[in-house]
C-alpha cells in the first residue's frame, strides 16, 4: 500500500542519489573543507582559519565581485520583470493567436548557449560594431562607445545582454499567466472605479504572483552565476570592473592557484543564491 | 469584451518583442556570410553570399569532431539521467521510508548549486582518480545536476497523478516494479519529454565543467571550440558569425522540434502551487 514503509525504496533511489553525493555533494562539501586552507592543492595544504573569507570582506576587488553580481540582478531580474509586468498589464485583454510562434521567439535567447551569445554581442558591442554604427546613423553618434573596453560601461554592457536574454522568457512566462486571470475580475475591477494603476494592483499584480516567483528565481540564479558571458566578452576587465564571484573562482583556482580562496569563494556565492532563494520564496508567500 | 483594438495592439507589442529577441540572431546570420578576414563588420545582405564559410569555419575550428563530442556527451547525459530520475522520483513519491525528507531535501538543493562552488574539489578529486580528461569527467557530474531536478520533477509528476492508479495495480497484485513499468511509465511520457528536452539544453550549453575537466586533453566540447576559435581569430567577425551558428545549431533544432516540451518545464513552475 502507499505510504507503507519499504525497503526496496532505497533500490529505486540508490542510483541517482549515488551519482549525486559522489559528484555534486561530497565535492561541495569538500569545498567548504578546502575553504579553510590555503595552498596549490597539490603541496601541502595550509590551515589558516577563516582568513579566506575575511579577504573576501576586506579585498576590494573580491568584494567587488559580489556589488557587481548584485547589480547584474537589476539588469538580469528588475528590468526583465518591470519591463514583462508593463507589457502583461497592457495586454491582459488581447487573447491572441499563434502564441507557439511568439513563444519559440521569446525563448530562443535563453536557450542558445550562453558563449554564442558572448560571441554574438562581442560584436555587436565591438567599437565599430552594429550599436555604435546605429547610434551613428540616427544622429546620436555622441553616445557611441567602445562598451566593453570602458570601465563606466563595461558591466551594464554585460547586463544589458542579460537584459536581452531574460526579457524574453520573462515575458512569456507573464503572459502565459496574464491570461490566465478571469476577464470578470478587470470588469469587477472598472465597475468600482478602479483607474489602470488600481487595477494593474488589484488584479494583475496578485495574479501573476507565482509567475513572478518563478521570473524571479530563474533570473536572480543566472545573474549571480554568470561565468560563460563574463569569461568570453571581458574575462572581468576592464581592469576589475566586471569581476564577478564565479569568474573569480575560476581565475583563482586554474590560472593563479589559489585553491583555497577559490573555494572560500565557491561557498560565499552558493549562501548568496540558497539566500536570495528563499527570501524570494518568502515573499512570495507573504503576499499571498 | 475584447476589442478588436486590443488584439491589434497585443499582435504588435509582441511581434516588437519577438523582433527584439530574434533581431541580433538574423544579423548572425547575415554576418555569417559576409566576406570573411576583413576587419570591417558592418554587415550588407546583398553580399552576404559567402557560403564557404561554414566549410571554412568547420575544418579550421575542427567542429566537426567538437559536435561529436558533445552529441556523445549530451545523448549519455540525457539518457541516463532521464532514467534514473524515474525510479527517485517514484519513490520519494509514494513510499515511505526512514530518511526520506532528508534525502530529498539534499537532492533538491543540487538544484540551487552553482557548479562553481564545488569545481575545485571535483577536478582535484578526477585528477587524483586520473578520470579527469575523458567523457565520463563531463558525464558523470553532468548526471549529478541532472538527476537533482530530474528527481524533483518526476516526484511531482507521480504525486499529482499516480497514487489512486498504482492503488489499484498494487490492490490487483502487482508489485512495485511492475507499477512502474507496465501501469505509469505509459502515462509519464510527457513529463519524461520535457525533462529531456531540458538535459539536453543544459548539458549542450555547459561550458565551466568540460572547460575545466577536458583542459590536457585533445577533446573539446562544441561550446569549448567556439571560444578557442574565437580566442584566436578576434575580429574575423563572418568566421566567427558562422561559428556561433554551427555551435547553437542541434540545441535551436531540438529546441524548434519540441518546443512545447521545453515552455511546458518552464511554465510549469507557475502552473502548480
Do not use: C
Not at chain 1, 10 to 39: E, M, R
Not at chain 1, 190 to 199: N, S, V
Not at chain 2, 186 to 204: D, G, S
Amino acid at each position: 500500500m502507499p505510504g507503507e514503509a519499504r525497503s526496496v525504496a532505497y533500490l529505486y533511489i540508490l542510483p541517482a542519489a549515488l551519482i549525486y553525493a559522489l559528484f555534486v555533494f561530497i565535492p561541495f562539501i569538500h569545498s567548504i573543507y578546502l575553504s579553510f586552507f590555503k595552498g596549490n592543492g597539490v603541496t601541502r595544504m595550509e590551515f589558516v582559519g577563516i582568513d579566506n573569507y575575511i579577504d573576501i570582506v576586506t579585498n576590494p576587488v573580491l568584494r567587488s565581485a559580489f556589488v557587481h553580481a548584485f547589480e547584474l540582478i537589476v539588469f538580469y531580474s528588475l528590468i526583465p520583470i518591470a519591463i514583462g509586468l508593463f507589457l502583461a498589464s497592457v495586454l491582459h485583454r488581447s487573447r491572441i493567436r499563434g502564441v507557439a510562434f511568439y513563444r519559440t521567439a521569446l525563448f530562443l535567447p535563453y536557450v542558445i548557449a550562453p558563449t554564442a551569445i558572448a560571441v554574438i554581442w562581442r560584436w555587436i558591442l565591438a567599437p565599430r560594431g552594429p550599436l555604435n554604427s546605429f547610434l551613428e546613423a540616427v544622429g546620436l553618434g555622441a553616445l557611441a562607445q567602445p562598451w566593453l573596453g570602458d570601465f563606466t560601461w563595461a558591466l551594464p554592457s554585460v547586463g544589458m545582454v542579460g537584459t536581452w536574454v531574460m526579457f524574453g522568457l520573462v515575458l512569456a512566462l507573464l503572459l502565459a499567466g496574464v491570461q490566465k486571470i478571469p476577464l470578470e475580475l478587470y470588469e469587477a475591477a472598472r465597475l468600482d472605479g478602479a483607474g489602470p494603476w488600481m487595477e494593474f494592483r488589484a488584479v494583475t499584480l496578485p495574479g501573476l504572483r507565482y509567475e513572478i516567483v518563478v521570473a524571479l528565481v530563474l533570473t536572480v540564479t543566472a545573474a549571480l552565476r554568470n561565468f560563460d558571458i563574463i569569461y568570453v566578452m571581458t574575462s572581468g576587465g576592464p581592469g576589475n570592473a566586471t569581476v564577478v564571484p564565479s569568474y573569480l573562482v575560476y581565475q583563482q583556482a586554474f590560472k593563479v592557484a589559489q585553491i583555497g580562496a577559490a573555494a572560500a569563494m565557491g561557498t560565499v556565492l552558493i549562501a548568496v543564491i540558497v539566500a536570495a532563494n528563499l527570501l524570494i520564496a518568502r515573499a512570495g508567500r507573504r503576499d499571498a | 469584451m475584447i476589442s478588436r483594438r486590443d488584439t491589434i495592439v497585443g499582435y504588435l507589442v509582441l511581434s516588437l518583442a519577438a523582433l527584439i529577441s530574434l533581431g541580433p540572431l538574423l544579423g548572425v546570420v547575415i554576418l555569417s556570410l559576409g566576406e570573411p578576414g576583413k576587419v570591417g563588420i558592418r554587415i550588407d545582405i546583398a553580399k552576404a553570399t559567402n557560403f564557404g564559410n561554414y566549410a571554412d569555419v568547420w575544418e579550421k575550428g575542427d567542429f566537426g569532431a567538437a559536435i561529436q563530442t558533445s552529441a556523445i556527451i549530451t545523448i549519455v547525459v540525457v539518457v541516463l539521467s532521464v532514467a534514473l530520475s524515474i525510479p527517485a522520483g517514484y519513490a520519494f513519491a509514494l513510499m515511505n521510508f526512514p530518511g526520506r525528507t532528508a534525502i530529498f531535501a539534499l537532492l533538491v538543493l543540487g538544484i540551487l548549486m552553482p557548479l562553481e562552488s564545488m569545481i575545485v574539489p571535483l577536478y582535484l578529486d578526477m585528477r587524483r582518480f586520473n578520470l579527469d580528461n575523458n567523457y565520463w569527467s563531463v558525464i558523470l557530474p553532468q548526471i549529478g545536476f541532472s538527476v537533482a531536478f530530474g528527481a524533483f520533477w518526476m516526484r511531482a509528476f507521480f504525486v499529482q497523478s499516480a497514487r489512486s492508479l498504482m492503488e489499484a495495480a498494487w490492490i490487483d497484485g502487482a508489485n512495485t516494479w511492475r507499477t512502474l513499468t507496465k501501469v505509469l511509465l505509459p502515462l509519464a511520457r510527457p513529463q519524461m519529454l520535457t525533462l529531456a528536452v531540458l538535459f539536453f539544453v543544459w548539458n549542450w550549453n555547459d561550458f565551466l565543467l568540460p572547460l575545466v575537466m577536458l583542459s590536457g586533453s585533445d577533446l573539446q566540447t562544441a561550446p569549448m571550440a567556439l571560444v578557442n576559435f574565437e580566442g584566436a581569430r578576434r575580429t574575423d567577425f563572418a568566421y566567427l558569425g558562422a561559428a556561433s551558428l554551427i555551435t547553437i545549431a542541434p540545441v535551436i533544432i531540438v529546441f524548434m522540434l519540441l518546443q512545447r516540451s521545453f515552455t511546458r518545464g518552464i511554465l510549469a513552475g507557475s502552473i502548480k502551487e
